[in-house]
T-cell receptor, first 111, second 113 residues
Framework: QQPVQSPQAVILREGEDAVINCSSS?????VHWYRQKHGEAPVFLMI?????EQKGHEKISASFNEKKQQSSLYLTASQLSYSGTYFC????????????FGSGTKLNVKP | DGGITQSPKYLFRKEGQNVTLSCEQN?????MYWYRQDPGQGLRLIYY???????QKGDIAEGYSVSREKKESFPLTVTSAQKNPTAFYLC????????????FGEGSRLTVL
């Protein structure tokens, strides 16, 4: 029931772009994105509730394709501060109460 | 300031001992969650609670127990039945069980000696 994320790891130079994908075998009610720095708790980035919805947070944005049960996180013109592990989290339709996280995508932005 | 407090931050346990991790929130959130994170891994759901006096098993509940006697508190007991308890444990809450972002505590790192 955990969503699947890809890629597992990404290495970027400052200013480069990246896309992180999240897919589920279940019909999704909502998708969340979180970022976790090493040794710290995850921090909420954004939530997508509707199919086709796109949201932005500074240079980080996301889309939600409800029909495909997929979401993508877009990081543009990456900064050193973007380094960390990104997790998608999902609530499935008909089972909102359980909140599952993907396995994570480790992003390393280098100077 | 509102938030979630987990304690202790670090805990060492001998094999065969039970240990309880504390999680307290003052956000007035209905839903609370416990996750386990192993090195380089994602977060796996142990238990969750939608409201006071109610809780449900997640995917890896074996060897763990919880209680939800008060809205603000959701302690997790790691019992001796848990075969590989060494991990980073994260407690979270959300305003309700259906929507809303999860707010996390700083985590408790448990090491079994």
């Amino acid at each position: 029931q955990q969503p699947v994320q890809s890629p597992q790891a990404v290495i970027l130079r400052e200013g480069e772009d990246a896309v992180i994908n999240c897919s589920s075998s279940k019909a999704l009610y909502s998708v969340h994105w979180y970022r976790q720095k090493h040794g710290e708790a995850p921090v909420f980035l954004m939530i997508l509730l509707k199919g086709g919805e796109q949201k932005g947070h500074e240079k980080i944005s996301a889309s939600f394709n409800e029909k495909k049960q997929q979401s993508s996180l877009y990081l543009t013109a990456s900064q050193l501060s973007y380094s960390g592990t990104y997790f998608c989290g999902t609530r499935a339709r008909g089972n909102f109460n359980k909140f599952y996280f993907g396995s994570g995508t480790k992003l390393n932005v280098k100077p | 300031d509102g938030g979630i407090t987990q304690s202790p931050k670090y805990l060492f346990r001998k094999e065969g001992q039970n240990v309880t991790l504390s999680c307290e929130q003052n956000l007035n959130h209905d839903a609370m969650y416990w996750y386990r994170q192993d090195p380089g891994q994602g977060l796996r759901l142990i238990y969750y609670s939608q409201i006071v006096n109610d809780f449900q098993k997640g995917d890896i509940a074996e060897g763990y127990s919880v209680s939800r006697e008060k809205k603000e508190s959701f302690p997790l007991t790691v019992t001796s039945a848990q075969k590989n308890p060494t991990a980073f444990y994260l407690c979270a809450s959300s305003i309700d069980a259906n929507t809303g972002e999860l707010f996390f505590g700083e985590g408790s790192r448990l090491t079994v000696l």
